[in-house]
């Protein structure tokens, strides 16, 4: 499977140590540069995120052109160019977590997937043991806000 990753998964991920999960699940991890941009300097500016290195194993790739859609869209330029190169590659997925992202690119015909979604699929793949310190340590290490019925129903998913 190959996907491109928006930054908040692999900020989110590389935070609570479990970024390798990407790699094990995905054949390969795809950004644009400008999502490599985005970590490095949220990695320099940002308190929660301080320190952190983009894994050398994902594979940065110069994004198309943007279309006239994907600009009326309104996105960051990180997000927009994340889209862009999902459609140019035919990504099998797009890695992102904010809702409107999710929308348009629901809309452009990708399909995505989340952080939770990727731990989900890791604890039923057998790379996690537990689902639950991960979630806790997205909450408290990260500051990523998880719904209480989104938690509950992820939980129950992953028969915790």
């Known amino acids: 499977m190959i996907v491109v990753a928006d930054t908040s998964v692999l900020l989110n991920l590389c935070r609570i140590g479990q970024v390798e999960l990407l790699a094990r ?47 009326a869209a309104s996105l960051d330029p990180g997000e927009t160019a994340a889209l862009a190169l999902a459609l140019e590659i035919h990504a099998d997925a797009l890695l992102v977590d904010e809702r409107r992202d999710h929308q348009v690119a629901v809309q452009m015909g990708l399909k995505t997937i989340g952080v939770l979604g990727i731990l989900l ?40």
């Open 25 to 71: 699940l995905f054949h390969e991890v795809f950004i644009p540069m400008e999502v490599a941009a985005e970590f490095d300097r949220l990695a320099l500016q940002a308190a929660r995120f301080q320190g952190l290195t983009l894994p050398g194993w994902v594979r940065q790739q110069q994004a198309p052109a943007i279309s006239a859609v994907l600009r």
């Open 121 to 160: 699929q890791a604890k039923t793949s057998g790379f996690i043991p537990q689902l639950r310190p991960l979630l806790e340590a997205l909450e408290r290490d990260a500051q990523f806000w998880i719904a209480p019925a989104i938690r509950q129903r992820v939980l129950q998913l992953a028969g915790e």
